[in-house]
């Protein structure tokens, strides 16, 4: 069986998080019992990047992943190189540029998912289930609350992974037992135990 | 000393933060030639089989490694690496494998979401005098094929069927998880079986 994910998330800017090291705040919620962390940077520069990732992947013991707004697949290359466990990129297009060249599992895309009464949920299946014929790890979702329970018991036939950003541990245990594969929710909401305690209080199966 | 196989731009950073952190000396090499002149060998893997198999071609590995090999050199094989030291995989079906552990790698599922990414109980099925019991120990795992296992194999996982999560021939090990992204079970893990191969830290570990 493979354990629910929970997964904080950190928020980068100018190669800090909220005016400290990313490796501080990284090692902070690995003690506190998160399964992954996720890093979402916006500015900074490339060397700055490959530098903090480099820091956190050499006092982090648990995997990690890095959202960025990646112009190449250099960019990619490089952050995997310096020790990202996996890069999540924008979007299905950008995904496409070289996903097959990093391997499946390292590759993850995220999509903004709205169901529409004109499309109905088969448009949106029809994008995820591209991601698997792409040979891509998984997605990372955005939904509105209305859409998390059909689009878990949709995405638990998918073929791949599925990460859910929720803010809620309620909506987060029921979008888990529908059939996401962990959640992502911002690091500064909770500490990944209490998450964790929420969940697992909701009968999620969860690493200890 | 361990030598770290440079292969490719494997992502090396965790696993010399992971070696640091329980004092085992060790270098990175590209070629055999800068190898150090005895310790285990460690072939780190993340990424398609194919580009592995050829990044060790170009770096010469892949004729010395097995000579090593058989000269008494301990070798451990993590993730990818574990594949890469098999007979051949199912991801490159006209390419061999290095032959140092026996069986030919083999895609998880069907039925199952791929890759296998996340963590997965772990559990004994042969034990060994120098290694302990997992006890169902929680490790990190990040992949789509796996080894299936034999009598021989000392630990298994599960993710659609049983697959090896350790084997250990002689001075060959190859450990499917990946204990430098494992938290403290891991790290205990590797400093175990480091100690299999006959290598010690340098100092007291800092991990319990």
Known sequence: MVAKRVVPILQVHGGRIAGAAPVDGARRLELEGADEILFVEQGGDRAGRIAWLAEVARALFIPFALEAPFQDPEEMAEALAAGAGRVVVPDLDAARMDAPRFGRARVLATLDVAWSPAEGWDAVLARLMELGQLGLGGAVLSAGVQELDDLCARTARLPVPILLRCADPTLAAEALAHGADGIAYPADLMTAAEFKALLSGAGVPLRR | ?208
């Not at chain 2, 992502?11 to 640091?20: F, K, M, S, W």
């Open chain 2, 1 to 208: 000393m361990i030598t770290l196989i440079q292969h490719g731009d494997q992502p090396l950073n965790t696993l010399e933060g992971a070696l640091d952190q329980l004092g085992f000396d060790h270098r990175r090499a590209v070629a055999p030639g800068g190898a150090a002149l005895d310790g285990p060998l460690i072939l780190l893997g993340a990424g398609p089989f194919d580009a592995a198999c050829a990044a060790l071609k170009a770096g010469g590995w892949w004729w010395d490694l097995p000579q090593m090999a058989a000269a008494g050199r301990p070798v451990l094989g993590i993730g990818l690496g574990l594949h890469l030291l098999a007979e051949g995989s199912e991801e490159s079906p006209r390419g061999a494998g290095l032959g140092l552990i026996p069986g030919i790698v083999r895609s998880l599922g069907p039925g199952v979401k791929l890759p296998h990414d996340g963590w997965s109980q772990v559990r004994q099925q042969r034990a060994h005098p120098r290694l302990p019991d997992p006890r169902d120990a929680w490790m990190y795992f990040q992949h789509g094929h796996a080894l299936e296992p034999t009598s021989e194999t000392l630990q298994i996982a599960h993710h659609g069927r049983p697959f090896s999560a350790l084997e250990l021939r002689g001075q060959a090990v190859g450990l499917q998880a990946h204990p430098e992204k494992s938290g403290s079970y891991g790290l205990v893990l590797l400093a175990k079986l480091l100690a299999c191969l006959g290598e010690q830290p340098r100092a007291r570990a800092g991990v319990n």
